[in-house]
């Protein structure tokens, strides 16, 4: 049995991760959506790794950004992810989650 548990130990451990697709809505059709971006992407977290974005036509011009990230599910809150966002009050006006999948 110890030599069991000796082995086990040695098994490197599945790290549970998630890749999510935000949508982050701007104020009006004004805002500097490059600053905006640069604003989300300046989020640091351990365990946070930001992908690919693009814009996405909202209504009466306004587009919003649609970001991913893969984020570790020990370290990083998505929740407190979105309100790292939001603080971002001169750009974002709202945060939703466009997709959540477990990798």
């Known amino acids: 049995m110890a ?3 000796a082995k086990k ?3 490197p ?3 549970a991760k998630s890749s999510i697709i935000m949508d982050v ?3 009006d059709d004004e805002t500097d959506m490059k600053e905006m ?3 989300v992407r300046a989020i640091e977290m351990d365990g946070l790794l930001w992908g690919a974005s693009k814009l996405v036509p909202l209504a009466y011009g306004i587009k ?3 970001i991913s990230c893969v984020v570790e599910d020990e ?3 998505v929740d407190l992810l979105q309100e790292k966002i939001q603080e971002n009050e001169d750009y974002v006006q709202s945060v939703d989650i466009a997709a959540f999948n477990k990798i």
């Open 3 to 5: 030599e069991y548990a």
């Open 9 to 11: 130990s040695k098994k």
């Open 13 to 15: 451990t599945l790290i």
């Open 25 to 27: 809505k701007p104020w």
């Open 37 to 39: 971006e640069k604003a």
């Open 64 to 66: 919003k950004l649609q």
């Open 75 to 77: 370290k990083v809150s």
